[in-house]
């Protein structure tokens, strides 16, 4: 009988339970290494109602390090970065305690594979051992932060500038030591070989899938809200920045708009940890739902599904799951880049608020076009994402192992 190998997956947050968009694509990474290798699993655990899930991690992994990290302590310990020039994400996911449990057990275990979820975790990577290591970016980090300072002014747009330049270094950096650079969609990858034309021959693209049975039109999912008027439903974690400012944007210029045209229409905001801003956007009509323990309700009985992001790109693992439960979605132009299926078709692409309001308009007021819609957004994800399939890329690239990828000597960063 075969042994199945050893590999390292390191992870910045616990990828149990999948119930926020890095988590569903780190969780489908963790099932489908375990398929084929011992996993020694090394991550953070951000939120305390996650440790109860720590144990449920044994059923895949053959070794697991979970290490508590409390977000308000990681934000004043990243300002080191200040001080020692490097982006603040660094020293944010930074342990001595995880990096001498990755080295022990590298060593004990006769590792010399890894997998990186997220890019500020490649800095555990720096050991002689390992001479494969694929990094899984998924998004360009560092663009997104500049991004945001575009959004902001002052003060903070300075910081958000200098995390972007900073970052990008260090993501140059592990991606030219790494044996391949993943990212969720062709135009991230593009983004990246533009920025960091050495590793260029590295960077590959793994796309996200969906859970294709879980996420299926059921009409007898529960009804989450009493009946009245039509309704839009917006799903995510509540405390990641792009989600806060689409809500809010979504709120300020667009639904105004709709509510003239539509009485009695209400937005559902669904997801954990809704920040003080989303909060007092709850009114009458708009209601922050919080944490939930299905959100396949919400998402079944929406009339429709909108994704206004503004800053995050890649193709978004809420898009994708409203699509498999057959609903018409409105989606930002942004993120609609890399998106299967016809425009229009599958899915309804928007930029302007005007647009966002056109196309809502449209699907309210027409339930054979959502139906029509939603039948072939359907479709897309059975087609096009399922997640045995996207992530054979991870088979090829650990199956092969050039010894011309290994990882170059020297410490990240």
């Known amino acids: ?79 080191r970065g200040l001080l020692g020039g490097e982006a603040l994400s660094l020293p944010y996911y930074r342990s001595g305690r995880l990096r001498q449990w990755v080295q022990n057990t590298v060593r004990r275990e006769g590792i010399v594979q890894a997998v990186v979820f997220s890019g500020p975790m490649a ?71 533009r920025a960091a034309p050495e590793a260029a021959n590295r960077v590959k693209v793994m796309q996200n899938g969906v859970d294709a ?17 039509p309704v839009l439903a917006f799903t995510g974690a509540m405390d990641y920045w792009p989600n806060v400012d689409a809500v809010r944007w979504f709120a300020q210029e667009v639904l105004p708009a709709l509510r003239a045209h539509h009485p009695g229409l209400r937005f559902f905001v669904v997801g954990m940890n809704p920040t003080a801003a989303v909060r007092e956007l709850a009114g009458a009509d708009l209601v922050v739902t919080g944490a939930v323990p299905d959100v396949r309700p919400y998402l079944a009985h929406a009339d429709v599904v909108v994704a206004p992001l503004r800053v995050a790109r ?52 027409d339930p054979a076009l959502r139906a029509k819609i939603g039948v072939a957004a359907r479709r897309t994800v059975e087609s096009h994402y399922s997640w045995a399939a996207h ?7 650990l199956d092969a192992r050039p010894a011309s990828a290994a990882p170059a000597a020297g410490a990240l960063p």
């Not at 996650?50 to 144990?55: L, P, T």
């Not at 992530?391 to 690239?397: E, F, I, S, T």
Request: hydrophobic share 45%.
């Open 213 to 229: 049975e879980y996420f299926s039109p059921s009409p007898d999912l529960p009804m989450p809200w009493p009946a009245a008027g």
């Open 391 to 397: 992530l054979g890329v991870l088979d090829a690239l």
């Open 123 to 193: 800095q555990y990577t720096d050991i002689p051992e390992l001479d494969s290591v694929v990094v899984d970016f998924c998004d360009v980090d560092s663009a997104k932060w500049i991004q945001y300072a575009a959004r902001r002014a002052g003060p903070m747009a300075w910081v958000y500038r200098r995390e972007g330049e900073r970052l990008l270094a260090f993501e140059r950096r592990a991606a030219q030591r790494a044996t391949a650079a993943l990212f969720v969609t062709e135009a991230e990858a593009q983004i990246f070989r």
């Open 1 to 79: 009988m075969t042994t199945r190998p050893p590999v390292l997956f390191l992870v910045h947050r616990i990828p149990w339970p999948p119930n926020k968009g890095d988590k569903v694509r780190s969780f489908n990474i963790l099932r489908h290494l375990a398929r084929r290798h011992r996993v020694f699993l090394a991550c953070f655990v951000d939120q305390p109602e996650d440790w109860q899930h720590v144990e449920r991690l044994d059923q895949w992994c053959a070794g697991v390090y979970a290490e508590r990290l409390d977000p308000l302590t990681a934000r004043l310990t990243s300002l």
């Open 314 to 365: 890649g193709i978004q693992n809420k898009v994708l799951e409203a699509m498999a439960m057959g609903r018409a979605v409105v989606v930002s132009a942004d993120s609609a880049v890399g998106l299967a299926g016809e425009p229009g078709q599958a899915y309804v692409s928007a930029g302007t608020a005007a647009e966002f309001v056109a196309a809502v308009d449209r699907l309210l007021a």
